[in-house]
């Protein structure tokens, strides 16, 4: 192929490349279990300029489902981290740990918990229509970045003969179809990875609610036994 017509197809696949990164990103943020990637969006103001989350605190994942986050100085405000969280994910579940930073020293600091929300019914329908979601936009996005590349050959290379032409438009719907594979794999996951937590939470909301009435069966002994009788 002509070499311009090369660097044409290399851009575009720089692009898809791009945009696909960004569907990961913002499936990573459809949070069912706790991911670091989720807070990547977090600023916060700290020494009169803003921070990535990562320059100025520690990110833990100590557990499945809970973020933590530890100032690395005692002079950050937590209050302004709990702020850029709930700007971010207002539907983490926040709390504080004091914790006692060495062996050696009496100094505490304030450590943020951010617990995943459970997946119930509305997370889960939340997550499942987010999915699709991302992944629409990401198919309108190529079909216009597509338009643009075949713009821009009408304007910088002449006279493109019908080899190269063909050939530009093998390579352009090779990539096409391996990011849209690529990203529809990671929408497919991230649903039934909802599909399999809304059945976990089911399961156990199921099991709660026998431990509830076994409970209060316990508690009650004869007003269980009068409704035995009287179904019978």
């Known amino acids: ?10 851009l575009y696949e720089r692009r898809i490349s791009n945009a696909a990164s960004l569907i990961r990103f913002q499936l990573a943020n459809l949070c069912i279990v706790a991911d670091p990637l989720s807070l990547l969006e977090l600023r916060v103001y700290f020494a009169l300029e803003e921070h990535n989350i990562e320059d100025v605190a520690y990110v833990l994942k100590p557990e499945w489902n809970i973020l933590q986050i530890l100032p690395k100085e005692a002079a950050l405000d937590i209050n302004e981290v709990v702020e850029a969280v709930k700007d971010v994910h207002p539907e983490f579940e926040q709390s504080f740990v004091q914790v006692k930073m060495s062996e050696d020293s009496d100094e505490t600091r304030m450590m943020l918990n951010l617990k995943m929300p459970p997946v119930n019914k509305e997370r889960h329908d939340v997550i499942v229509k987010g999915a699709d979601a991302v992944q629409k936009t990401f198919e309108t996005e190529i ?74 069966q316990a508690a009650n002994p004869d007003a269980a036994f009068s409704m035995k009788m009287g179904g019978e």
Do not use: F
């Open 1 to 10: 192929m002509n070499s311009d017509i090369v660097a044409l197809c290399e």
């Open 143 to 216: 079909v216009a970045e597509k338009a643009m590349i075949l713009a821009q050959l009408a304007l910088t290379v002449d006279n493109v003969s019908k080899e190269d032409q063909d050939a530009m438009n093998k390579t352009l719907d090779e990539t096409t179809e391996k990011y849209k594979k690529a990203v529809a794999d990671d929408v497919d996951k991230k649903k039934k990875d909802a599909d399999e937590a809304y059945e976990k939470w089911q399961q156990e909301a199921a099991q709660q609610k026998l431990d509830a009435d076994a409970i209060k």
